[in-house]
């Protein structure tokens, strides 16, 4: 099945869910459930009371204290990853994607940031 991915004026509305604050998608959630890309993008699923939640916003606390973002944990890393193939692109989103290393550095696995 393909994934039904928004238009770019869709995607730079999602924050119109969240009285324009940017949106964090991060890793993490319920392993019962994987979130689709269009129920994430469209429906602004995802949790926002995850341990990875919570880690990301501590990491925001210290460093950017007054900057208000939504996080949202949206299951593994390559759902992360397929949210920012979707986002990359688009100038007038203010969504942002963030993931840990886990165990990528021993298995020689990093992805390039640049």
């Known amino acids: 099945m393909t994934d039904f991915i928004r238009s770019d004026s ?3 509305n999602y924050t119109l869910f969240y009285d324009s604050n940017p949106v964090l998608f991060v890793e993490g959630g319920k392993k019962k459930k994987q979130l689709e890309i269009n129920d994430i993008l469209e429906k602004g699923e995802g949790l926002s009371d ?3 939640c919570i880690f990301w916003n501590g990491l925001k606390n210290i460093f950017t204290p007054n900057f ?3 996080i949202k944990s949206v299951g593994d890393k390559s759902t992360v990853l397929k949210v920012f193939e979707a ?3 688009n100038p007038l989103n203010k969504s ?3 993931i840990d290393r886990d165990y990528d550095c021993f ?3 990093l992805i390039d940031s640049n």
């Open 87 to 89: 986002i990359k692109n």
């Open 68 to 70: 208000n973002i939504i």
């Open 96 to 98: 942002y994607v963030a």
């Open 10 to 12: 869709g995607l730079g």
């Open 107 to 109: 298995l020689n696995q």
């Open 50 to 52: 995850t341990n990875d």
